[in-house]
């Protein structure tokens, strides 16, 4: 009997030679592709066929890189904890420590909010009002507004009727209370344009709104000095004076992303319009510094006696701490550009002068820049968002070349701590940004952080307080 098989209509017998076999076979189905679907499955098939050659080889490999894992952790591990830092480790002044349970939630929620700002307003009642805004995102977002009208202690439900411009922020905003010559007060709202990565936003200068009537109202933004690369803007807005007097004009301070740090004067023309000269480097003589160390969210507090303006900033390349200068005409130029304890050592510095006592409180979150352990990817440790409390004097300290007679200042106060083994590390350092008002003695400020020991809610927290009542529990 004759075999006889049948392929797309080609009929092979035995006495077909294998040459007109194959050549029948190839036409029927070129390289294992019938119609089109079948390639892949040929490759799959090779790397099975592969897969099973090499089994042997790939156990044995596993077998070594599981191996050495295990080596690795062991003399890792041990490594870690034996080198193991603490924020702690690196402060020499006392530490007021307040829990959690007694700060007053502004908002908690489990989306992103945080950078908060506030400004005190006296609206003629007993304790005026404190405004607070911030990002319902991670600097850009739709901003949020609430107001207190017992210095922090509760707070409203979110504002109401805010701009349609509000709704789309690009940075962290920054409030402001202009005091006239003439007596007269207007609220400025800031918030930086800089080049946002993975995003349709570009580098556009910054937003500016005001309001006329402390704070019921604002303005639509208006839009300044497109393209500067303007990050957290204002991050600080000096009233600037003339032979000891004040004057109608103010120097803000931004960052780029190269951190070059710029200066820009606000002023107000004849109608009331906000005009703002043309960013210019604020410390030429330091420019190379400015960058090498990551300069940037620059807070300046003037000392009342002297009139000296004192720059505290943020060092954001983590191989020096937190940095200070000093100028005696008025921003005009810089000296003393040194390095602050690790007692100061932050991030956003806000700094506010209770006269009552004649001490000065800066809040920032505290990043010391020291590895976690000798194993540790990340040149940073963070225990949390802390103010430091000292004197004009202390910070003065670091006006000469005598390192000997720096100061460390009084005291810190832990305001919101963050626990590094009972959360995500990025929880543990995303903290601060706050708010600092002080009015007849009494403070108040907002902040922000993962609070809770999971790492996942995220808190805008207030809290209220005078140094005496600190002081109380030292």
Not at 178 to 190: A, R
Request: glycine share 8%; charged share 20%.
């Amino acid at each position: 009997m004759t075999d006889r098989n049948e392929i797309n209509g080609s009929t092979l017998t035995d006495e077909t030679s294998s040459a007109e076999r194959e050549a029948a076979q190839s036409v029927s189905a070129p390289d294992g592709n019938d119609c089109g679907g079948r390639k892949k499955g040929g490759k799959r098939g090779r790397f099975a066929a592969w897969l099973r050659r090499s089994r042997k080889k790939i156990l044995i490999s596993l077998t070594a890189i599981l191996s050495a894992g295990a080596v690795l952790a062991v003399v890792l591990v041990p490594v870690h904890f034996a080198t193991l830092n603490e924020p702690a480790d690196f402060l020499s002044i006392p530490v007021v420590h307040l829990p959690l349970d007694t700060a007053v939630t502004v908002e908690k929620t489990g989306s992103y909010i945080a950078h908060p700002d506030t400004v005190w307003v006296d609206d003629g009642t007993a304790q005026g009002k404190i405004i607070v805004m911030y990002p319902l995102g991670h600097g850009k977002g739709e901003l949020a507004m609430r107001v207190s009208s017992d210095l922090g202690a509760t707070w409203s439900d979110r504002v109401g009727g805010l701009p349609s411009s509000f709704a789309d922020s690009q940075e962290t905003p920054t409030l402001y209370n202009l005091h006239f010559t003439d007596g007269s007060e207007k609220l400025v709202m800031i918030s930086g344009c800089p080049y946002w990565p993975a995003t349709s936003y570009k580098a556009n200068g910054f937003n500016f709104s005001f309001s006329d009537d402390g704070g019921v109202t604002w303005s639509e933004f208006e839009n300044f000095h497109s393209p500067a690369d303007a990050i957290v803007a204002m991050s600080s807005l000096t009233q600037l004076k003339e032979n000891g007097e004040y004057i109608d004009k103010w120097m803000g301070l931004f960052h780029d992303h190269s951190f070059n740090v710029y200066k820009t004067y606000l002023t107000f023309d004849a109608d009331g319009n906000a005009e703002w000269s043309a960013p210019e480097l604020l410390m030429p003589n330091y420019a190379d510094e400015t960058r090498q160390y990551g300069m940037c969210e620059v807070e300046i507090i003037r000392d009342p006696d002297t009139d000296t303006l004192i720059l505290i900033s943020r060092a954001e390349k983590r191989v020096t701490r937190s940095l200070i200068a000093f100028s005696d005409d008025e921003g005009d130029s810089w000296y003393g550009l040194k390095e602050l304890p690790y007692e100061l050592s932050g991030d956003r510095h806000k700094a506010e002068y209770d006269a009552t006592t004649g001490k000065v409180l800066i809040s920032f979150r505290q990043m010391i820049p020291v590895k976690r352990s000798a194993v540790s990817a990340y040149n940073r440790i963070s225990g949390g968002w802390y103010a430091w409390v000292g004197t004009f004097s202390d910070l003065m300290s670091y006006a000469n070349d005598d390192a000997s007679d720096d100061s460390k200042g009084e005291y810190l106060i832990e305001l919101g701590k963050t626990d590094y083994f009972a959360k995500p590390y990025k929880a543990v350092i995303d903290n601060g940004y706050s708010g600092v008002v002080c009015v007849n003695g009494t403070f108040n400020v907002v902040g922000y952080g993962s609070f809770d020991p999971a790492g996942v809610t995220r808190y805008i927290i207030s809290r209220t307080f005078t140094l005496a009542g600190i002081e109380a529990m030292l």
